[in-house]
């Protein structure tokens, strides 16, 4: 994926987070603003207009000051973006607070948690459903004490404790329920994680070599057939240059397949390192190779199959075998325009012979 692609996406995962708060935001201040009005109306609100005014105020404040937070880009630093656990903490703070000011329907204030509790089944860990539940629950319970002590006339306390029993129950039951939706989720993310990679495996696999993971012949056929269209409408010049390894054979049968293995993933290396990163380098076959040289003339081109040459001759491999030198024949051409890629192999093909022809470990130009 190039800069701007990961780029572009981040920018995207950005709007994404900035539209969830703001959507968290005008959700959870309507649903609180009518709760709030219904109480007052019914006689349930233990406080004057100004208060409710006060409440939303409240809430309000903290969810502009994520979206300020998100906004300036801050957010990206958090492991989750999205400041799922914050936002949920926030929220609870703000219905445990506008608790305190109800009386006798306190219960169907609280329950508004698991509005929230819902959303964030899809993005947190059990463990963090233990932790929000516990701190709704005890700050509930911390709620009917203060409120008792302040207003004990306005209390039934046997009333007041069942309720909130109930809640407990409720909010553990749903905490391990929702803490199942997230274990689930997990799992779909990491399976699909999982099928993504075994897809770029296999697309991996389908065109590259498993030895020496150069491009194998199919896709070198494709490549030449990409490049060829694009310098038939005159976009650039490209050279072919055919490589094999000189007597490997023999390297074969003085040390080892396994040897001779080992000589073909370190010329692999080699030969990547010797060319430009626009370039491709192949294995058509056993210790036969063909380098696509792209955007480049003869000269240019004669210069990089010389220096794939000396890289080959300079390989070490006295870890392996000190007696074992390696080097190449190469035969380099230049596409002419509107040819056939075997035209064009061909031609290389007939280079590589006369280098050697010629006594091997050299660059022949045709």
Known sequence: MTGLAVAMKDDDEQRQHIRRVVWAGIVGSVAHIILLFLTHELGFFRGEMNAIVGLIAF?????????????????RQHADPSLTMPLLVWATTAILVSAYFVDQVRLC???????????????????????????????????????????????????????????????????????????????????????????????????KDELTQ??????????????????????????VCYLDLDHF???NDNFGHHVGDLVLKRFAQASMASVAAIDHVARLGGEEFVAILVKTDLETARKTAERLRVAV???????????????????????RTHEKPEALLSRADEALYASKQGGRNRVTVI
């Open 249 to 251: 054979k023999q390297i």
């Open 59 to 75: 809430q309000a404040t903290g969810y502009v000051a994520f979206f300020a937070y998100m906004y300036s880009g801050r957010n």
């Open 313 to 335: 001759a300079a390989i070490d491999f006295s870890d392996i075998e000190p007696r074992l030198k390696v080097s190449a024949s190469l035969g380099l051409t230049m596409y």
């Open 109 to 207: 204030v609280m329950i508004m948690f698991f509005v929230f509790m819902v959303e964030g089944a899809f993005r947190l860990k059990m463990m963090d459903f233990v932790l929000l539940s516990l701190y709704c629950v005890i700050g509930y319970l911390v709620i009917l004490f203060v409120v008792k002590e302040q207003f004990p006339e306005n209390i039934d306390r046997t009333a007041e404790l069942i309720q909130w029993a109930a809640f407990a129950l409720l909010t553990t039951g749903f905490a391990f329920m929702t803490g199942e939706i997230s274990k689930i989720r997990h799992e779909l993310e990491r399976r699909k994680r999982q099928n993504v990679t075994a897809k770029a495996r296999m697309e991996e696999l389908a065109v």
């Open 214 to 239: 150069l491009f194998n012949r199919r896709h070198a056929m494709d490549l030449l057939r990409q490049h060829k269209g694009l310098a038939d409408r005159g976009a650039y010049e490209f050279a």
